[in-house]
Structure formats: C-alpha cells, structure tokens
Nanobody, 123 residues
Framework: QVQVVESGGGLVQAGGSLRLSCTAS????????MGWFRQAPGKERERVSC????????YYADSVKGRFTISRDSAKNTLYLQMNSLKPEDTAMYYC????????????????WGQGTQVTVSS
C-alpha cells in the first residue's frame, strides 16, 4: 500500500525559510510527475508547484514564484519544497501529491496524497 509522507513544516517568522520533504513507500517518485498543494482554513486548496518526472518542466503559482523552489532527488525518492521569504499568507497545511490522474503533468487531481504538514508563518 502506497503511503506518502510529508515533513518539515513548523512555525517560522515572516522572512524565514523552511524546507518541506515528501517521501513514499511502495512508490518510485521518479516514475511520476508530482506536486505540492496547500490549503488554509476556510480557503480552497491551492496548487503551489508541480514538477514532471524528469524535472525539466516546473510550475509555480504566482503567489510563490521567486520564493519557493521545487526539486526531486530520485536516489532518495524524495520531493522537496524550499520555501524562502515566507509570508503570513503562506500559512497553510501543505500536501504532497504524486501520479496525476489526468493526462497533464501538472494537475489538480492526483492518485496519491500525503496527510499534510502544517506551515505557520508569524508576522
């Protein structure tokens, strides 16, 4: 059974940095496009960033462009999200997702999701 697990969230002051990690059992990340999403209380889920299976195509939401960096380490079977210059509006539960259901490499619908890791940015 595939289990996707995020880590690295926490409480940070505005302007600080965090690096989120995502790993999975029974799933080889290098075979699939992957993405990071976030959801704040009372708001819809937001697609933050996507990366294709080769790492040659990357998408960032306008709200994080220039501050966040997505990357993958196939040898470690790990997906990362480096978050710099964090703002209070970045506060949310962050989710990792793998294996888009649609044909797009950057989708809203994925087959595998993690349970999320909380990121809280204080002002």
């Amino acid at each position: 059974q595939v289990q996707v697990v995020e880590s690295g969230g926490g409480l940070v002051q505005a302007g600080g940095s965090l690096r989120l990690s995502c790993t999975a059992s029974e799933l080889t990340f290098g075979d699939y496009p992957m993405g990071w999403f976030r959801q704040a209380p009372g708001k819809e889920r937001e697609r933050v960033s996507c990366i294709n299976w080769m790492g040659t195509n990357i998408y960032y939401a306008d709200s994080v462009k220039g501050r966040f960096t997505i990357s993958r380490d196939s040898a470690k079977n790990t997906l990362y999200l480096q978050m710099n210059s964090l703002k209070p509006e970045d506060t949310a539960m962050y989710y990792c997702a793998a294996h888009p259901i649609s044909g797009s490499w950057c989708s809203y619908e994925y087959k595998y999701w993690g349970q999320g890791t909380q990121v809280t940015v204080s002002s």
